[in-house]
């Protein structure tokens, strides 16, 4: 199975309504001056339940059942006048911020006159005082966002002694292939421990996954093609080298025939189905298993980790710091500092950091140079695109812990070197070589992945009661050809930006036809 993939593989070239119904709260929020929307501001309700608003300014929170139209519901804002009312309040679509005029002077007056270096210090020095390391259990939503475009999908000098495999139909290949792809996976779960790997379980609610079948489908009809090609051409017991430069490989041809299981036998016909009983058991466990592992990295690389790749704290003399201006997060004073790599690192970005503790609340960062480039014998891979931003929140115990995280990679990768597949069967009288195929590859992709993290609720919890949690591995994720708004009514999220809410596959144009 893995060589038919690898064969084929080759041969394919590879706004806001604002209302309190059902326990949830929704808005949009604004600038009052510019009339321009107000992104990654913190809607909290008490000291643990909150949410962020949207790239659009877009929020939406989930009330418990407790929750009364009396309580409290505090939005803050770095840099504009927090805002607090009750529920009840609350009526109109649109929340309108006001900037915060700063009193630089009279702020710095009742803090002493640091240096960015000295604020750097204070901050190392305050670290673990100021973050939670403890077990705790998270209410999250994560967000996985992945979009492939392939623009350029050429090929030279072919040859081929199999008729079928010929230039038409690779042409039919390469306008099959879809060109551009994008998917979106939403999760949301409970997780459970601190910021060890081996100290982290995870309790899926519910998942979605939003992308076009239709791309699975037609990739899966030309799969169908190219088997019966193979089928009609190749022997059985014959193997093939593929050759592309250097490099070269043997794979048997039995590999690419999947094996046909008769209706008639009941044995192998049980045999089949618990084997796909197995494999949807091995599914959820490996949905499951990789939403935590990719959750567990995010976290890896909090910028106040020691291996994190955000590493300003820990290798400070690495940067240039410049404080650069001052600003409230509600009421809170907050420096202003850039820093930028003196040589070698990658990032520059800029910190947000609280006045009276030295917690850093925000950081925005992004790659300065490629993170990751690679060029050898045809194959190329350049990670251009790396940036990001963490904010944080403080809890009734004076310690912060994370309330959004947005992580985006961008990367080009291609191929262009000169390919050779050869049928050879040691069992045929003669020469052992049966067929060849070969062309001169010219393939290149650029992919986005983007991830967001939103902690609606965190709650320290015992080394007991974490020992005694078993994962729930039992949730598989709803397919949906577009946005449908109902499938988190009642649940904490993230407010889907414009592109989400506007996807549509061609299943659903085709239904609607």
Known sequence: MVLKNCLFFILVFTTGLFHLQAQELSGKLLDSSTLKAIPYATIQLGNHHGVISNEEGQFNLTLDTKSKSSDSLFISCMGYESLGRTIGQFKDSLIYLSPKPIALNSVIVSNKQYSADEILELVKANLNKNYNHDLTKKRLFFREYYYQHLYKSNYSDLESTIKAFNKAFLDSVIQTVPKKDARYTEVLCDFYGNFEKEKQKIDLIKASELYDKNSALDLEALEEKFNTIIKQNVKSD??????????????????????????????????????????????????????????????????????????FIWKQRRYNFKLNDFTYLGSDPVYVVNFEPKGSEDYRGTLYINADDFAITRVDYENVKSVRNFKLLGVSLNQNLSKGKMIFYKGVDNKYNLRYLEKENGSLAGIKRPLKIIEKNK?????????????????AVSSTNKFEIVVFDTQNTTHTQFDAFTENNTVLPTYMPKYDPDFWKGYAIIEPNKAIKEFTSKEDVYDKD
């Not at 690419?256 to 494999?279: G, H, I, M, P, Q």
């Not at 949905?287 to 980790?305: D, E, G, N, P, V």
């Not at 045929?428 to 070969?438: C, H, I, P, Y």
């Open 238 to 311: 014959s193997y093939f080298k593929i050759k592309s430069g250097l490099f070269g490989t043997k794979m048997d041809a039995d590999e690419l025939f999947e094996t046909e299981v008769d209706s008639s036998d009941v044995a192998a016909l049980n045999k089949k189905l618990e084997e796909e009983k197995k494999n949807t058991e091995e599914r959820k466990k490996n949905f499951s298993k990789y939403r935590k592992s990719t959750i567990s990295s995010l976290m890896a690389q909090l910028f106040f980790m020691e291996d994190s790749n955000l590493n």
């Open 427 to 443: 069992n045929v009288k003669g020469r052992r070589k049966q067929n060849q195929l070969s062309l001169d590859m010219d393939l």
